[in-house]
């Protein structure tokens, strides 16, 4: 039997209300005056990196874009990393051993540009030009797509070209321990073909054509991709075991037809997918297994689906039409289990990073910004449980790294000046600033003990660096 909130359990949560006080001032100490955004904080929350200055380029050699600066969280003067920067996802991105990445003077037509690496040690460095596309795996190691070649540079060494890799455009890393590398490269009549290097070197293989995506699960064991991607039609899901066993496994695995997204989970070799895609109505039936065995499949009309980090419970939203159209947030508890319906018209929703808890927002204002913010057990509700409601007036919200139960809280302001910034730690809110920039609030470290954010005021913003207790 499907478990379900029933409406007036429903009701009743949404009459109730979480009181949360007037956030202060400020609880932050500023570490920088100026406008910024896209914060970026090292994984060892030691530093942080900012977006500044974005705009049409001034004077011989200020390209157009933005400055990438970074500092220390504890304050100091900032470095100013590289210039024209686009404010773009891919754009910049820190490595495992606290170097920092950045993608300059990109040509808007080909989305190439040069590549440079900065560290705490030494000065920001031109690596290679023509970059397009760029991924770090285990060991500080970094593979790039450079002038339709793929380069590999060891920590401390050159760049080295990997065979069989001219056209490439796009490259991927798989997740430690492994050392493969994959990279989509234009292949005859410029359909794309995906190549693969199982040890990192050699001579690249190609392992499926006319590809749309592609990714590593998780454990590096194996690479996933959407193929056959022709206009008008969407493509098979393919999976390929990355090292072959002694019985075989070398050819790739159908894993389902007419695919759109997939996903594979954090911390094992499961997927979901939407199969059946129809990418006018961004909806499919969503599916999850893992390749080779036999799938479960979920739901119909699916538009958005996430994966646990365990791979057995997915949540997803469903368009359903009995009793008037509306979008449910369902969660499947495990692969085999019926999933049941949390709330109806979801405002976003994550798995914990502990999969224990699936956190959502729902019960929205009529502009459909502020929500109510809920948590349940990934596993599922029992039959007199209810999910827990953190806080209202939510417009976002996002989870520390490695907790269940710390969280960032934007909630929205009447006046439209930003937001006001909380931290959730568990048992109860602590205000952290008032007419904070939207979508800029980050944790710093593995540890979430501190946060980042960009505040003070359109006068003067600055960035602010707080402890969380």
């Not at 202060?24 to 920088?32: D, E, Q, S």
């Not at 369902?330 to 914990?352: I, K, R, V």
């Amino acid at each position: 039997m499907r478990t379900r909130t029933t409406l007036a359990a429903a009701a009743a949560l949404l009459a109730a209300c979480t009181p949360r006080s007037a956030p202060p001032v400020t609880a932050g100490t500023r570490i920088f005056d100026g406008q910024a955004q896209a914060l970026a904080p090292s994984p060892d929350g030691s530093r942080l990196a900012w977006l500044t200055g974005c705009g049409p380029g001034e004077g011989p050699g200020r390209p157009s874009g933005c400055t990438l600066l970074v500092a220390p969280v504890g304050g100091g003067a900032p470095v100013r990393v590289a210039e024209g920067i686009a404010p773009a996802a891919g754009s910049f991105a820190w490595m495992t051993d606290g170097a920092l990445l950045a993608l300059a003077r990109r040509d808007p037509a080909t989305g190439a540009g040069d590549l440079f690496r900065w560290s705490p040690v030494a000065e920001a460095r031109l690596l290679a030009p023509r970059v397009t596309s760029f991924a770090t795996g285990a060991g500080g190691r970094l593979v790039m797509a450079s002038g339709g070649e793929v380069l590999v540079v060891a920590p401390g060494a050159d760049p080295t070209r990997l065979t069989g890799g001219t056209g490439a455009f796009e490259v991927a890393v798989a997740p430690a321990p492994g050392r493969a590398v994959a990279a989509r490269a234009r292949g005859a009549g410029g359909s794309p073909v995906l190549l693969l290097w199982r040890n990192g070197a050699g001579e690249g293989v190609a392992v499926a054509r006319d590809v749309g995506s592609f990714a590593f699960s998780s454990d590096g064991a194996w690479l996933a991709a959407v193929a056959g991607v022709a206009p008008g039609t969407e493509g098979s899901l393919l999976a390929l075991r990355v090292e072959p066993g002694p019985g075989g496994g070398a050819e790739p695995v159908r894993v389902a037809r007419g695919v759109g997204p997939f996903r594979w989970a954090e911390g094992g070799a499961r997927l979901a997918w939407l199969e059946g895609f129809d990418p006018r109505a961004h909806a499919g039936r969503l599916a999850s297994g893992r390749p080779g065995e036999g799938a479960v499949a979920l739901g119909d009309r699916v538009t958005s689906f996430e994966i646990a980090p365990g791979g057995l419970q997915v949540a997803f939203v469903r368009h359903v039409t009995q009793g008037g159209y509306a979008a449910n947030l369902d969660l499947s508890p495990t692969a085999a289990a019926e999933p049941g319906t949390l709330a109806q018209d979801p405002a976003g929703f994550t798995f914990s990073p502990d999969g224990r808890w699936l956190w959502y927002r729902a019960g929205c204002a009529p502009s459909g910004d502020a929500c109510a913010l809920f948590r349940a057990p990934a596993a599922g509700l029992g039959p007199s449980q209810a999910p827990t409601r953190i806080a209202d007036g939510v417009v976002a919200f996002s989870l520390a790294p490695g907790s269940s139960d710390r969280a960032l809280l934007a909630f929205g302001r009447r006046d439209g000046a930003g937001v006001d910034l909380s931290a959730w730690t568990g048992a109860r809110l602590v205000p952290l600033d008032t007419r904070v920039s939207p979508s800029s609030a980050v944790w710093l470290g593995p540890d979430g003990r501190r946060a980042a954010w960009v505040g003070g005021s359109a006068e003067r913003p600055a960035i602010l660096v707080a402890d969380v207790p």
